[in-house]
């Protein structure tokens, strides 16, 4: 019982610094330069009438949202006319690899938890059956 509570307090121990670290990220880089966001779909339309193509923020919840909606849906005319097609296409295989990576992530970890709690499940099994001790020696 000693070894996963271990094993859960170093799991929670590495959220606490992942959690850390984002909160750093907000204090040194976000808070004080804020982001810039493309807003505008057309550079035509925004030379006739003269609107910002970045809106600029500095509220975290208003980046998250505009991020999101612009790498969700992914548009392939609005990210060819601001970046060309090689940067879609580097766009498009960044979104795929995420993706890739976040599964192998996820199935690295369910087989890493199973095999540690299941080594500690047999450890205490095989402890507790005493099979040699130095008196039958």
Same mark, same amino acid.
């Given at each position: 019982?000693? +070894? ?5 307090? =170093? ?24 982001? !810039? ?9 925004? !030379? ?5 193509? *970045? ?17 969700? %849906?992914?548009?392939? !005319? *609005? ?11 580097? =766009? =498009? ?30 450890? +205490?099994?095989?402890?507790? %059956?005493?099979?040699?001790?130095? !008196?039958?020696?």
């Amino acid at each position: 019982m000693n +070894e996963f509570l271990l094993a859960l307090g =170093l799991m929670m121990l590495n959220l606490f610094i992942l959690y850390i670290a984002y909160l750093l990220w907000l204090a040194v880089w976000f808070n004080p330069f804020g982001a !810039e966001i493309p807003i505008d779909q057309s550079a035509k339309h925004q !030379e006739r009438t003269r609107t910002k193509v *970045y809106a600029q923020t500095k509220t975290i919840s208003i980046f998250r949202s505009m991020i999101y909606s612009l790498i969700r %849906k992914l548009d392939m !005319e *609005y990210w060819a006319t601001h970046c060309g097609n090689d940067g879609y296409l580097y =766009l =498009l295989f960044q979104r795929r690899f995420l993706k890739l990576s976040i599964y192998y992530s996820i199935i690295s970890l369910v087989l890493s938890f199973s095999s540690n709690f299941y080594y500690l499940y047999t450890k +205490e099994d095989t402890d507790s %059956k005493n099979l040699t001790t130095l !008196e039958s020696i």
